[in-house]
């Protein structure tokens, strides 16, 4: 993913909010800045170029001292960011440093 044109986007505040992550932010009582704050200074783990219709990545960044995963799509033509889901990675299915998947 393109960290300069996802920053561009979150900057001009081109931000389409999924309403599957609205759920989720609402259920996990995460806010829509500590997602921005994810997106704007985390760091990305995971990069999914061929996701459809628009790539995506997964960001990890902390809040209030807890890990939380962020996942956007980011449609580079306009720029505009898509925030798809977050959650708090547990250590189920991460490694301690909460960017490793563990293996099944």
Sequence with gaps: MNLA??????????IQWERHVLERLISRSISRPAVLQI????????????????????????????????????DETVPEVYIIT????????FEADFKTRRKK
């Design 39 to 74: 997106l704007g200074s985390g760091e990305c783990i995971e990069d999914y170029p061929d996701d459809y219709p628009y790539p995506s990545a997964l960001f990890l960044g902390w809040h209030q001292d807890d890990p939380l995963h962020v996942v956007a799509a980011l």
């Design 5 to 14: 044109k996802l920053r561009e986007a979150l900057n001009a505040e081109n």
């Design 86 to 93: 977050t959650y708090e990675p547990d250590l189920e299915h």
